[in-house]
Nanobody, 114 residues
Framework: QVQLVESGGGLVQPGGSLRLSCAAS????????MGWYRQAPGKQREPVAS???????SYADSVKGRFSISRDNAKNTMYLQMNSLKPEDTAVYYC????????WGQGTQVTVSS
């Protein structure tokens, strides 16, 4: 059974930082492209950042320069380092893995507020 479990969300003040983690199990982790998505209330789920099996990264314009995606294949874990957080970053953040089908984690809440 393929599972993705996000962690690291929480409440942070504007300008602060968080690091999200996505722990994968049941897959040969290093073989697959992965990414982070987020969904704010009343909005569509949107891609935030992605990283291919080869390590190529991409970012949404809204987070470029502030967020950094990485993966540690030995630990079967993907990360999203979020710096200079803004209130508009508030959302549930989801981990995604692209197998023959999309696999999603349960999400972790990030709230940016003073």
């Amino acid at each position: 059974q393929v599972q993705l479990v996000e962690s690291g969300g929480g409440l942070v003040q504007p300008g602060g930082s968080l690091r999200l983690s996505c722990a994968a199990s049941g897959i040969f982790f290093s073989m697959y492209d992965m990414g982070w998505y987020r969904q704010a209330p009343g909005k569509q789920r949107e891609p935030v950042a992605s990283i291919t099996s080869g390590g190529t990264t991409s970012y949404a314009d809204s987070v470029k320069g502030r967020f950094s995606i990485s993966r540690d294949n030995a630990k079967n874990t993907m990360y999203l380092q979020m710096n200079s957080l803004k209130p508009e970053d508030t959302a549930v953040y989801y981990c995604n893995a692209r197998l023959l089908y999309n696999v999603w984690g349960q999400g972790t809440q990030v709230t940016v507020s003073s």
